[in-house]
């Protein structure tokens, strides 16, 4: 899994941008005192970690990720970007031993809490190491609205056809399901969690933004995303990469059926380039886009 998450940083990471940045506008107003900690856990390659540390130069923000590769990612990130208010640290969601408790005035967990293995335990963790009173800021995949094209639909049509023809063994319980916590708060087991850890003021609201994933055409696009995903191994397991290569196409066919299209990424993201671009990006850069993407944004309050 370690893995797949430094492919995520990659490949994927800066897609979510809008999603950092309305993080670090919501923080804002909390975090306006100086010398003031905040916690990102599962920050990936630096995000939303950078983006908040970039826009509130008062806040040290910790970095945190599963995935060792992803520290030298985030520095990396830092060096390029000039910001000294953020630091990198290797750390487990479910294990935040490293810090003391009340330590951080604030916290951030976007795309995080359905992949932790002990979703009450990642819950405690975090709220042991906040103050009272500290702000959390989260995010997990919600399911699009109908009719409304998104990559998840377009893999999830593939992977489908996949099983149907015996390519794909069934899924199983064990599998990483990135909407797992779709409609699960306030009210679930998402929300359940928060509270019984400590948590107050548990809310939560879709948002929906647009989505691009940078290739050189519209199955490369795919491909990133699935060398991205935890799909990938089980792809790999069941046919190689031909197989790979297969299902980056279907899910290529699909996007573009359901009104994705190609673009040129500086029109579609001028700010993505450079050191967030992945590996085999040719010049100038494009990008399959996604008209909309859903999230169930998630906030809270430690007691």
Not at 51 to 72: C, F, G, I, Q
Not at 224 to 251: H, S, Y
């Amino acid at each position: 899994m370690a893995n797949t998450f430094a492919a995520f940083a990659r490949n994927l990471m800066m897609c979510n941008r809008t999603a950092f940045a309305r993080a670090a506008a919501e923080l804002r107003p909390r975090l306006a005192a100086p010398g003031l900690r905040l916690l990102d856990v599962g920050g990936s390659g630096g995000e939303p970690s950078l983006t908040v540390a970039r826009a509130l130069t008062n806040v040290h923000v910790t970095s945190t990720d599963l995935a060792p590769e992803n520290k030298a990612i985030g520095e990396a990130r830092a060096r390029h970007y000039g910001v000294e208010n953020v630091s990198f640290q290797t750390a487990d969601a479910c294990d935040l031993s490293a810090f003391e408790s009340d330590t951080f005035d604030a916290a951030t967990a976007l795309y995080v809490f359905m992949f932790v293995p002990d979703l009450d335990q990642a819950s405690r963790e975090l709220h042991r190491v906040l103050k009272p009173g500290a702000p959390l800021v989260g995010a997990v995949w919600q399911g699009p609205p109908d009719k409304v094209p998104d990559i998840f639909k377009a893999w999830v049509g593939a992977a489908s056809q996949l099983r149907e023809e015996g390519v794909l063994p069934p899924p199983q319980p064990s599998d990483a399901n990135p909407m797992i916590l779709a409609e699960q708060c306030p009210d679930g087991v998402l929300g359940d969690a928060l509270r019984g850890a400590g948590f107050a003021d548990v809310a939560a609201e879709e948002f929906t933004y647009e989505l691009n994933i940078p290739g050189n055409d519209p199955q490369h696009a795919c491909r990133k995303f699935i060398e991205g995903t935890p799909f990938l191994g089980t792809l790999l397991d069941a046919g190689g990469e031909a197989l790979v290569e297969r299902a980056a196409q279907m899910t290529a066919d699909r996007a573009l059926a359901n009104g994705s299209e190609q673009v040129l990424l500086e029109d579609a993201d001028p700010e993505w380039g450079g050191v967030d671009l992945a590996d085999g990006i040719a010049t100038p850069p494009r990008a399959l886009r996604f008209p909309a993407n859903t999230c169930l944004w998630v906030t809270a309050r430690a007691t």
